[in-house]
């Protein structure tokens, strides 16, 4: 018991896996923990900062850097390495290298048993990065194929074997799930999924009271060890006694949008960004930008495209900037999600559902529009729409990698309206603001995410012991 435990954090190298994998590294650190971080060499160099923080701060955290060659991972000649991949077709080559490398992996560890241990002694734990609901909803369809039994990919099914009368579309799940999907990509997946059975247990970036049925529903019906330690944010956050405002402060320099902000009045504001992956072609951006200012609503939105000098933007109405001014603010690139969604003037938040996002969302109580693309979206849906009832759809229904299912500018126009000012604002708003409070309860003392990252660590330490 007198021995260090160590604990190693393999993520995907997409942003949304490492960002919470190094703050559950760090979490892990300040209860006493080693841990180390696995990584290619330019995700290394990206957070190596964060990193040398921490250790500055007497964590005993590091990074133990391995390159991907290029001959397994299928890279076109040119590419040194697959690192901080950020593309769809860049994880389906990591599963497809994760695939290739199974078998010698197998023969490497083929003495230790039983699977859930990565070699003799050594337990291993799976991280997702979504949460309950979608982890049920995604097993259950696994399962038992209710999409086999429709006609259509339009025509609505009802997932099995979950707390709710859940329905999907089988144009809403990924191309690997959908009938005849037999692509080796397909194989990957059903592989890894069965591999994650084998495993001693799963740790889930939730809380309890977000999803308890589907919480309880996962362990014990489903029948898998989980514990929930999220938000993670706010878990980390705590231990570092930081509170609202704590990117500026930390930065000392406060972005430029949030002096915009400070000019709004409460709930006036709709914030408008779809993630790092979205890649939105001219047309569909210009339909946003028409479905904004037809709102009548202030909002900031988020876009990926560069200004070039001297160019006209051909997806940007003939005059629109001018027409926004002081009412819409547009931000290119790199926007602190975080500190806009908690400032009092952000009352909405049309989000492309990825679970990181809407996490944020949940935890500064702001109601959402959903706009789906791809991953595990469709089901995230579900859950802030029909199970927690703090969002509103804005009517993507297909499954699109990058580009998303094209939405039209009246689309827009309506939900905007609907979560800025709608009849049901109120009750949305009220219940996503007692969701937050019970966030930050769950990561106090005593509370249920607090109590659950207790008993990893004490589990942990006596399979470390034994």
Request: glycine letters at 8%.
């Amino acid at each position: 018991m007198s021995r260090q435990l160590h604990i190693c954090f393999f993520p995907l190298m997409l942003q949304g896996h490492i960002i919470p994998s190094i703050n559950m590294a760090k979490l892990f650190a300040f209860r006493g923990m080693k841990t180390t971080i696995i990584t290619t060499p330019s995700s290394a160099e990206l957070h190596s900062k964060t990193i040398n923080d921490s250790k500055n701060k007497g964590l005993d955290i590091g990074i133990l850097v391995i390159k991907f060659p290029r001959v397994v991972m299928g890279m076109p000649e040119g590419c040194e390495s697959p690192d901080m991949a950020t593309t769809p077709e860049m994880v389906e080559e990591f599963y497809r290298a994760t695939a290739m490398l199974g078998k010698p992996l197998e023969n490497l560890f083929r003495d230790h048993k039983p699977p859930c241990l990565v070699a003799d002694g050594i337990p291993r734990i799976v991280f997702h990065g979504i949460g309950f609901f979608a982890l049920c909803a995604s097993s259950s369809v696994l399962d038992y194929q209710p999409h086999e039994n429709v006609e259509l990919d339009s025509e609505p099914f009802v997932v099995p074997n979950i707390p709710d009368e859940v329905r999907l579309m089988r144009k809403q799940l990924p191309p690997y799930v959908r009938r005849n999907a037999a692509t080796e990509f397909a194989r990957a997946y059903k592989a890894g999924k069965a591999s994650e059975l084998e495993c001693f247990g799963v740790v889930v970036n939730s809380f309890y009271e977000l999803e308890p049925d589907y919480a309880d529903h996962y362990r014990r019906v489903l029948g898998r060890k989980a514990w929930h330690i999220g938000p993670i944010s706010l878990l980390i956050d705590k231990v570092e006694g930081k509170g609202k405002g704590r990117m500026s402060k930390d930065s000392g320099n406060e972005h430029e949008c949030l002096k915009w902000l400070d000019l709004k009045k409460p709930n006036s504001v709709v914030y408008v960004c779809f993630g790092s992956m979205a890649s939105f072609g001219d047309a569909q951006l210009m339909e946003i930008a028409m479905g904004l200012e037809a709102s009548g609503q202030q909002f900031i939105w988020v876009v990926k495209k560069e200004k070039k000098q001297g160019v006209r933007e051909e997806w940007l109405p003939e005059g629109f900037e001018e027409r926004i001014k002081g009412k819409g603010l547009i931000i290119r690139g790199w926007a602190p999600q975080v500190l806009i969604l908690e400032h009092e003037a952000v009352g909405g938040f049309m989000t492309h559902c990825g679970w990181n996002s809407t996490l944020e969302a949940v935890c500064t109580g702001v109601p959402m529009v959903t706009w789906l693309m791809f991953a595990e979206q469709f089901y995230n849906e579900k859950l802030v729409t029909q199970i927690l009832r703090i969002g509103v759809q804005v009517g993507a229904q297909k499954w699109e990698r990058q580009v998303g299912d094209f939405v039209k500018r009246e689309a827009v126009e309506k939900t905007v309206c609907q979560i800025m000012e709608g009849d049901e604002v109120d009750g949305m708003r009220g219940r996503a603001r007692e969701l937050a409070e019970m966030a930050s309860r769950a990561v106090e003392e005593g509370g249920s995410s607090y109590l659950d990252l207790d008993g990893f660590i004490e589990e942990m330490r006596l399979m470390h012991s034994a």
